[in-house]
């Protein structure tokens, strides 16, 4: 029975000692970002790497842009391309990514009906949902936008554009289109760009046949 008081007495006090209110704060951090971790204020302007924990510097500015290390590759990023974009008022890059080949030999019948339906919602506003650069925005003229589009079938330029120069427009935008490399992920864009070529290369054969008879 006495024991029985003992461990009672000792689990009570072991219990209430765990429950004070008593601020405990080590001397020494081993690692005190981690410890002390600051939260990342949306919008806010980051362009310092600073780690502390004095008060003092609580507006200190910290560097964080959601970008994966140069070299490496974010997970879910499948289908790396090796072209940066262009500093401005330079066309190197672009001119190289004329090289680069598309991951996608070949699609199935299944990729290539996504890619017609990523086509129709991201492209097809501006280039239309045929590729001849009549979209709603333009509309024989009619439409909102003041220039048309280019005709991705019947354009001297773009209708031969290799897909690496093609995919390098998509992702960096290129004059009046913009970037779609937030829209559609790189595998899409590489989707898209070869229902863009399977499109044009049906819209040669009628020419070649012809030719050819």
Same mark, same amino acid.
């Given at each position: 029975?006495?024991?029985?008081?003992?461990?009672?007495?000792?689990?009570?006090?072991?219990?209430?000692?765990?429950?004070?209110?008593?601020? $405990? @704060?080590?001397?020494?951090? %081993?690692?005190?970002?981690?410890? %002390?971790? $600051?939260?990342?204020?949306?919008?806010? *302007?980051?362009?310092? +790497?600073?780690?502390?924990?004095? =008060?003092?510097?609580?507006?200190?500015?910290?560097?964080?842009? !959601?970008?994966?290390?140069? &070299?490496? #590759?974010? $997970?879910? =990023?499948?289908?790396?391309?090796?072209?940066?974009?262009?500093?401005? &008022?330079?066309?190197?890059? %672009?001119?190289?990514? @004329? /090289?680069?080949?598309?991951?996608?030999?070949?699609? &199935?019948?299944?990729?290539?009906?996504?890619?017609?339906? +990523?086509?129709?919602?991201?492209? &097809?506003?501006?280039?239309? @949902?045929?590729?001849?650069?009549?979209?709603? +925005?333009?509309?024989?003229?009619?439409?909102?936008?003041?220039?048309?589009?280019? !005709?991705l079938i019947a354009d001297p330029i773009v209708s031969v554009m290799p897909e690496g120069q093609m995919f390098y427009s998509v992702t960096y935008g290129k004059n009046l289109m913009g970037s779609?490399?937030?829209? +559609?992920? $790189?595998?899409?864009?590489?989707?898209? #760009?070869? %229902?863009?070529?399977?499109?044009?290369? *049906?819209? @040669?054969?009628?020419? /070649? *046949?012809?030719?050819?008879?």
């Open positions: 029975m006495k024991k029985l008081s003992i461990i009672a007495i000792l689990s009570a006090g072991a219990f209430i000692v765990s429950c004070s209110d008593v601020k $405990r @704060k080590p001397s020494n951090v %081993y690692m005190p970002d981690m410890a %002390y971790s $600051r939260a990342y204020e949306s919008y806010a *302007e980051r362009d310092s +790497l600073v780690f502390t924990t004095d =008060e003092s510097q609580s507006d200190a500015k910290i560097f964080y842009n !959601n970008k994966p290390v140069a &070299g490496t #590759i974010a $997970r879910g =990023e499948e289908l790396p391309f090796p072209i940066a974009k262009d500093a401005t &008022g330079d066309t190197v890059n %672009y001119v190289a990514s @004329k /090289a680069v080949k598309s991951p996608l030999d070949s699609i &199935g019948n299944k990729d290539l009906a996504e890619a017609e339906r +990523l086509y129709l919602i991201n492209c &097809g506003i501006c280039h239309g @949902k045929n590729l001849d650069g009549n979209g709603p +925005l333009w509309k024989d003229g009619s439409g909102p936008y003041p220039a048309a589009p280019k !005709n779609y490399a937030s829209q +559609l992920s $790189r595998k899409q864009r590489w989707m898209v #760009i070869r %229902y863009i070529k399977t499109k044009q290369a *049906e819209a @040669k054969k009628p020419a /070649a *046949e012809t030719a050819a008879k």
